[in-house]
């Protein structure tokens, strides 16, 4: 029988798949394990109230017992948000196939195939615009107590909550009198890193310091006193910045991590580089990296299209004359020139679509023209 929260629930399967469950469970952490079950529960309540003749993993296929079931899923009123939806597939899969092996059965792994779970959505960092995050700094800097300190830490070395709540008391290291780099502890990704700081960010952490030689909870080697855990500090300092952001009039919610992409977003616009920002922000792989360029790339197209709107002519248009005045092989260049011309400003004065794109085109082709043309110039006497 799977143990659940919800009401006693019984099927002639649920012994296999709680077994199958425990067996993956053994490696991962608890609520991994409770959204597994979680899963076989709720597939196995479809199957019974469905296909109630399934009384054993023999009789399960592909269809219509796993398709049927994920055509139920969404077609749920609401609909499942799709995360929510890859994240039921992916662990319904996961208990077959552990029940390959443990019982034996080849044709279970083929009944949910890779290719039936939809790509995770993704989600762009969400960094915070240059006013409220200049409005959160402002607020942050006025307050100058063991929180705001311990958030322009954040804003100012990238680091995740859970990696600063474990900043250790000696994390400052010194490389020579004018330079300062922060030990990050183990974080997210079973990663350390030393991140470069500068004399601002060199203060913050003295002054964290000085805030725990106030704590009277003995010294445990941790930065941050903690007054009973680990996630009661957390939770605490969550609740702190929401109120910093209030009182800031920033609208919203404003959660820790977002100081984290806003540093990345920060140092991709002053110009660091993406193997640079990799081991700043202690990343694992490239990929995640390049997540924040997409976020940088897009500020870059909004600031340009800032500037078209404000501006209608940002490229002097072409001084060329609107009709040939010479004859000869220069009247031919001059009438090429005005076909240039004629034909680009019009374009400039369509909006973005096939006919604007074709005229663009058809830009290049007589830019070409031109220059083949000019290398027919006869030689002059």
């Known amino acids: 029988m799977i143990p659940s929260r919800l009401a006693p629930f019984s099927h002639p399967l649920a012994a296999v798949f709680d077994a199958a469950v ?10 991994s394990t409770r959204q597994y079950r979680g899963t076989a529960r709720a597939f196995l309540v479809w199957l019974a109230a469905h296909h109630p003749d399934v009384v054993s993993l023999h009789q399960l296929r592909r269809d219509p017992h796993i398709l049927g079931w994920m055509a139920a899923l969404r077609s749920r009123v609401p609909p499942p948000a799709p995360l929510t939806y890859i994240t039921r597939l992916i662990f319904l899969r996961g208990i077959l196939s552990e029940l390959v092996w443990s019982a034996q059965l080849p044709q279970l792994g ?6 039936d779970i939809p790509r995770r959505p993704r989600n762009l960092p969400r960094a915070l615009p240059a006013e409220h995050d ?24 990238g ?13 400052l290291h010194a490389s020579d009198p004018d330079h300062w780099t922060l030990h ?17 960010t060199r203060d913050l952490v003295h002054r964290l310091r000085f805030f725990r030689g106030l704590d009277p909870s003995p010294p445990d080697g941790h930065l941050l006193a903690r007054p009973a855990s680990r ?18 009039g920033i609208p919203g919610r404003i959660v820790p991590h977002q ?13 660091v580089d993406l193997p640079a920002l990799m081991k700043l922000l202690g990343h694992a792989s490239p990929e995640m990296t390049m997540v924040y360029l997409d976020i940088a790339l897009t500020d870059l197209q909004r600031q340009f299209e800032l500037a078209r709107s404000q501006s209608r002519h940002i490229a002097p248009p072409p001084r060329t004359p609107l009709s040939p005045t010479r004859a000869g092989f220069a009247g031919l260049i001059d009438s090429l020139l005005t076909a240039q011309h004629v034909v680009e400003m019009y374009r400039r004065t369509l909006p973005d679509g096939p006919p604007r794109r074709s005229l663009d085109r058809l830009v290049n082709r007589l830019t070409k023209i031109l220059t083949e043309v000019r290398k027919l110039e006869p030689p002059s006497k």
């Open 134 to 157: 200049q409005l959160l700094q402002q607020q942050l800097q006025r307050r100058n107590d063991l929180g705001s300190n311990f958030f322009l830490l954040l804003r100012h070395t």
């Open 259 to 271: 100081l984290r992409h806003t540093y990345a977003s920060e140092l991709l616009r002053c110009g």
């Open 110 to 115: 083929q009944l949910l195939r890779r290719q």
């Open 184 to 200: 990050v502890p183990l974080g997210k990704l079973k990663t350390e890193r030393m991140v470069p700081i500068d004399s601002f």
């Open 22 to 31: 425990d067996s993956l469970g053994a490696a991962l952490a608890p609520a």
């Open 159 to 171: 680091m995740r909550i859970g990696e600063a709540v474990d900043l250790a008391f000696d994390c």
């Open 231 to 248: 996630q009661m500090l957390i939770r605490q300092l969550r609740s702190y910045l929401h109120e910093v952001s209030a009182s800031a």
